[in-house]
């Protein structure tokens, strides 16, 4: 028996484990002049797009998990990016609101999804699109 099920070079698995690997280190060039993180980054695109959402929603938004989200926020309230205020309409609920020094890093964070691109010389746009919905679909049948 041969065992081919077992090779790497077999696996989808193994290579969107690469694949999510190498696109986070290249990444981090480009958000460490904004002094921000992948996920952090990923919560600030979120934000960007609606502003003082509840923390629920940001992490439906985000996909990040719960816990996860608690210590994110955390740093990023340290750094004065974002602020976690009670909901005043439910009190038992809490906003996520950017700070003018969150909103000010959208001008500085305009260009990266260009810069990233830009590093997938072999990908052109429709496959990228491509690329996405098959991403969506992985996603959607592994969330079941």
Known sequence: MSFEQLKLKNQLCHRLYM?????AR??????????????????????????????????????????????ILKKMTDKSLLAVIKDERDKR???????????????????????IQCKFDSINTAQAQQLMQLLDLVVNDLAN
Do not use: C
């Open 93 to 115: 609920k809490r906003l996520v609101q950017l700070t003018q020094h969150g909103q000010s890093l959208k001008l500085k964070a305009a260009d990266i999804p260009k810069n």
């Open 19 to 23: 694949a999510s690997n190498s696109i």
């Open 26 to 71: 290249t990444y981090r060039g480009f958000l460490a002049a904004l002094d921000l993180t992948y996920p952090q980054y990923v919560v600030m695109m979120a934000l960007w797009e609606q502003d003082e959402i509840t923390i629920a929603e940001l992490i439906d938004k985000t996909a990040i998990d719960g816990g996860a989200m608690t210590q």
